[in-house]
C-alpha cells in the first residue's frame, strides 16, 4: 500500500476508534461479535488462581490502578519502549504489581476466539471482577459493562500524580478519591481489598516506628522482624495470612484467627480496629469521624460489605478516557498497535 493510501486507513481507523469510545458500555456488549468471552476468561483466571491464589490480589489491584490513570483503557499495560521508557507500569507507585503475564494469556485466548474485538482495558475489568469473586466465594459479584477501548497514552508521571500513597493522611487520602468524584464512604469501602495479597516493607516503612495508638505494638514487632530479613521483603497485607511461627511469637492471642487461604472478606475492617493493618493509609480511616465510622459499620455487617463493595467496583470500572483521547482494540496487551 502507498504511503498516503496507508495514511488515509490509519485515519479511518482511529476516527472510527475515537467515536466508539463515545459509546455507552453495555453488559451484552460482546453477545455478538464475541459470545461466550467472559467464559474464556473466566476459564483463566480460575486455573490461574488454582494454581497461584496470589494473582487474585494482583488482578484486584489492577483494577484500581487502572482506572484511576486516564480512566481503565489498559494504560497500566503498556511496556516501556524506547520512544516511550517511562510508562505507568514503570511509575515508583505502581511497586509490586503483578499479573500481566495471565493478562497476556487471557488476551491471547481472546484473540483466537474473536481477533480484534475485545479491548484489553475490558479484559482487566472482567479479571479483575472474576478474582474478586472467587476469592470471596461469589459473596463480592457484579455484571461487567463493556465496551471499553484501550489507549495510546501511557505515562509514569500521570501514576504518580493519580494513585494514593501508602503516605498518605486521611485529607490527603479523601483529596484523591474526590478528585475521581469518590466519596469517604467509597474510600473505605475499597481500603478493603487490602484483606487481601501483600505489599513491599518499603511500602510500610513508617509503620515501623508509628507509636502504640496507631499500630499494635506485637504487629509492630512482627512487622520489623520480617522487614529486617533483606533488602525489601514482602509481607501479607492480613495478619490472617501471616506466617503462623512470626504470629506465635509475637501475638499469639491471633493464632485461631489465622486462615490457610486468602480470602477477600471484612476481615480488614476488625484488623483495622484492632490497629494491625500494614499502611499508614489503612489507619488513617480511623482519624476522620465519617471515615472510622465506615470502619465500624462495614466491620459489624460484612455482607453489606460485599454488596458496597461489587457496587464501588462497578463504579471503579466506569471511570472514562480523558475526553478526545484515542481509542483502539490493542492486538497485544504490552504495545499499542502499529498503523
Ligand atoms: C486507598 C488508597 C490505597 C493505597 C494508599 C494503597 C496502597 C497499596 C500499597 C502500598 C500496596 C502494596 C504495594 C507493594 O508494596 O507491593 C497495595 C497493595 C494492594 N492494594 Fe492497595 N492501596 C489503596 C487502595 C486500593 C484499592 C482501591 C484497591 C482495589 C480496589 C487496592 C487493592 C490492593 C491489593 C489487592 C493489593 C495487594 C496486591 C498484590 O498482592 O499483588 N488498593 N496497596
Known amino acids: 500500500m502507498k504511503a498516503t493510501a496507508m495514511m488515509v486507513v490509519a485515519l479511518v481507523v482511529m ?60 494504560s497500566v499495560l ?5 520512544a516511550n ?17 495471565l493478562i497476556d ?28 469473586s472467587l476469592l470471596s466465594n461469589g459473596h463480592v459479584h457484579f455484571d461487567v459493562l463493556a465496551g471499553r477501548l484501550d489507549g495510546v ?15 498518605f493522611t486521611i485529607s490527603e487520602l479523601i483529596r484523591n478519591f474526590r478528585r475521581k468524584n469518590f466519596t469517604i464512604e467509597e474510600l473505605v469501602i475499597l481500603s478493603g481489598a487490602h484483606a487481601i495479597g501483600v505489599g513491599h516493607c518499603s511500602s510500610l516503612r ?14 509492630r514487632a ?18 490472617r495470612d501471616e506466617d503462623p511461627a512470626a ?10 484467627k489465622l486462615r490457610k487461604l486468602e480470602f477477600l472478606d471484612n476481615s480488614y475492617y476488625h484488623n483495622n480496629l484492632a490497629r494491625i493493618v500494614t499502611f499508614n493509609s489503612d489507619w488513617q480511616l480511623l482519624t476522620e469521624k465519617e471515615a472510622r465510622g465506615h470502619v465500624r459499620e462495614y466491620a459489624e455487617n460484612g455482607t453489606l460489605w460485599d454488596e458496597d463493595f461489587s457496587d464501588s467496583l462497578v463504579k471503579l470500572s466506569k471511570l472514562p478516557l480523558p475526553p478526545k483521547a484515542k481509542g483502539e482494540i490493542r492486538h497485544h496487551c504490552r504495545r499499542v498497535n502499529a498503523y
Open 85 to 101: 521508557p517511562h510508562t505507568e507500569k514503570t511509575a515508583p507507585i505502581n511497586i509490586g504489581l503483578a499479573a500481566f503475564e
Open 15 to 74: 476516527v472510527a476508534a475515537a467515536v466508539a469510545g463515545s459509546k455507552e458500555l453495555s453488559v451484552d456488549y460482546y453477545k455478538k461479535s464475541c459470545p461466550g468471552v467472559e467464559n474464556v476468561v473466566k476459564y483463566h483466571v480460575a486455573k490461574a488462581l488454582k494454581a497461584n491464589r496470589k494473582d487474585g490480589a494482583a488482578l484486584v489491584r489492577l483494577i484500581f490502578h487502572d482506572c484511576f490513570v486516564r480512566g481503565c483503557d489498559a
Open 247 to 256: 504470629v506465635a511469637a509475637t501475638i499469639p492471642s491471633f493464632l485461631p
Open 153 to 167: 497514552v501511557s505515562r509514569a508521571s500521570d501514576a504518580q500524580r493519580d494513585l494514593p500513597d501508602s503516605t
Open 78 to 82: 503498556l511496556d516501556p519502549t524506547p
Open 105 to 132: 494469556e487471557i488476551k491471547a485466548a481472546v484473540e483466537e476466539r474473536c481477533p480484534g474485538t475485545v479491548s484489553c482495558a475490558d479484559i482487566v475489568i472482567y479479571a479483575a471482577r472474576d478474582a474478586a
Open 222 to 239: 512482627l512487622l520489623a522482624g520480617k522487614c529486617a530479613a533483606g533488602p525489601d521483603p514482602i509481607v501479607p497485607n492480613n495478619v
Open 206 to 219: 513508617a509503620r515501623l516506628t508509628a507509636p502504640p495508638e496507631q499500630i499494635l505494638p506485637a504487629y
